[in-house]
Every structure is written in structure tokens, then in C-alpha cells.
């Protein structure tokens, strides 16, 4: 079924159509190479070329697809240059957001950072990927709460979902699911003890972390 709608409304199904690429290609349903068209979107989702091809520019500028000489729309492939970048950004984002949610955390935030925690350990001990995969998102998205910045909010975010796959893969890698525990473990310790400029060193290092053990395995 195709919509044929006021402009408003083709805002509104672009950003639907949006949110549904970027979460194939950032949990790697669409891989680097893959031809996005415009017509075989458009049947999947049931909307019509328009919003298609505006989700597709929003993509673009995102870098996450590009345009090629009678290929037309792919995802792009990214390289260890791009992995090193997007890891650096996020350590210095993920510090500040630390050392906020040191000064900020509401008393529930913190009580449900230590039952995050004490699930982390528990999978931890299990060797459970999936469990410790997911849960890892849930402390990050929680301290990207807790800081109260919606900026800061918004960046990791995006960052988180574009490394989901890559963070799966480093939990593979012999001893880092326990690292990855101490350091988890060093964040919420240092926010719990109100220490901002523990926390900001406590993330940033943990996100050093996680990309060296990318490396590895890359």
C-alpha cells in the first residue's frame, strides 16, 4: 500500500522509514555493499518513493550509506580508521557524561546502576554473551540519563546502536567480560561516591578498553 499524503505526513513517514534503516544497518541486517532501493524499501514498509528516498539523504549525511555510479544507494563499509574515530569520540562524550551523572544521579538511577551491575557480574560468571550484551546497553543508557544532558543523551545514543554489533564481538575475546565488569564496576563506584573526575577517568578508560579488545579481533 502506498501513501500518498501532505508534506507534514511525509515528514512523519520519513522518520519512520529512517529509524527502521538505520537499526538494519546499525544491527547488521543491511551490511557494508548491500543495495538499499528505493522501490523494494518502499513495497517492504508500505509507503510510497518519497519518504524512502528522504530516510535514504538523512542516511547519507550520516554517513552511513552513499550514492555510487550505477549502483545507487549502499551502505557503507566502515573502515578501522572510521572505528578508531567514532571510539575516541565516544570515550570523551562517555567521560563527560560520567563525571555529570557523579554530580546528578537521582537516588533510582543509582539503586538501578548497582542492579545492572549485579546482573553484569552474575552473566559475567554464566559466560552468557546475549545477557551481558544487552545489559551493557542498559548501564550506558542509563548513564546517558542520569548525566541529564540531552545533547550528550542523543550522541551516544546513535554511537551506541552503530557499535552494537562490534561491542557483541569484543565480549568474545578471552577475559574481556571480565575486565569489561571491573570497569563497569569502577564507573558506578566512582558516581556512587560523588567523585565527577573518578567517573570521567573511570568511562573514558573503559571505553579505551572496549576498542583495544576490537582490535583483537578486527
Not at 549502499?74 to 554530580?103: C, F, H, M, N
Not at 538511577?109 to 551491575?117: A, P
Amino acid at each position: 500500500m502506498a501513501y500518498t499524503s501532505t508534506n507534514k505526513e511525509y515528514a512523519s513517514l520519513s522518520e519512520m522509514v529512517y529509524h527502521k534503516l538505520y537499526q538494519n544497518i546499525t544491527e547488521g541486517k543491511y551490511r557494508a555493499g548491500d543495495e538499499l532501493t528505493e522501490n523494494r524499501i518502499a513495497t517492504e514498509l508500505g509507503v510510497s518513493r518519497t519518504p524512502v528516498r528522504e530516510a535514504l539523504k538523512q542516511l547519507e549525511r550520516e554517513n552511513l550509506v552513499s550514492s555510487q555510479p550505477n549502483r545507487g544507494v549502499v551502505v557503507k563499509d566502515v573502515t578501522p580508521l572510521d572505528y578508531s574515530d567514532i571510539y575516541t569520540v565516544r570515550a570523551l562524550l562517555e567521560g563527560q557524561a560520567a563525571y555529570w551523572a557523579a554530580e546528578r544521579i537521582t537516588p533510582d538511577e543509582l539503586d538501578r546502576m548497582e542492579e545492572i551491575l549485579q546482573l553484569i557480574e552474575l552473566y559475567t560468571k554464566r559466560n552468557n554473551t546475549d545477557h551481558l550484551v544487552r545489559l551493557d546497553s542498559e548501564f550506558h543508557e542509563l548513564l546517558y540519563e542520569a548525566c541529564q544532558s540531552a545533547t550528550i543523551k542523543s550522541l551516544l545514543t546513535n554511537i551506541h546502536h552503530i557499535l552494537s554489533g562490534r561491542r557483541q564481538s569484543s565480549y568474545t575475546v578471552v577475559g574481556r567480560p571480565e575486565r569489561s565488569l571491573e570497569e563497569h564496576r569502577a564507573v558506578f563506584e566512582a558516581i556512587a561516591g560523588g567523585d565527577p573526575d573518578a567517573a570521567k577517568i573511570a568511562a573514558e578508560d573503559h571505553i579505551r578498553n572496549a576498542l583495544a579488545a576490537f582490535n583483537t579481533i578486527r
